[in-house]
């Protein structure tokens, strides 16, 4: 019933940029928080960045001063811009929406996922 699809990932050089961009839609009654995670070959699901429908924000410390995060709440999309990107940001990146559905009995509250897009750094 919810639907998030992410676009935007590649190839890019060292000190490159990026902007990946996460939609999601269907029958969202709240969209409470966004975010990225990335995963690594080899390595733990990290938090990269999260914001919520308010606007606070949230960075891992590798990518303070490099990513940006921000959102559309008309949209329900979140955005990453990665700047000065680093080979050591390869990674798959995932979107999630904290998403509430509203159903005439009750709500339901979940996250719900993308499928992920390769973020490659090299030269």
């Known amino acids: 019933q919810v639907q998030v699809v992410e676009s935007g990932g590649g190839l890019v050089q060292p000190g490159g940029s990026l902007r990946l961009a996460c939609a999601a839609s269907?029958?969202?009654?709240?969209?409470?928080?966004m975010g990225w995670y990335r995963q690594a070959p080899e390595k733990e699901r990290e938090l990269v960045a999260s914001?919520?429908?308010?606007?606070?924000?949230h960075y891992t410390d590798s990518v303070k001063g490099r990513f940006t995060i921000s959102r559309d709440n008309a949209k329900n999309t979140v955005y990453l811009q990665m700047n000065s990107l680093k080979p050591e940001d390869t990674a798959v990146y995932y979107c999630y929406a904290d998403i509430v559905i509203s159903y005439s009995t009750r709500n339901s509250r979940r996250d719900y996922w993308g499928q992920g897009t390769q973020v490659t750094v090299s030269s």
């Open positions: 914001i919520t429908a308010g606007g606070i924000i």
């Open positions: 269907g029958r969202i009654s709240v969209n409470n928080a």
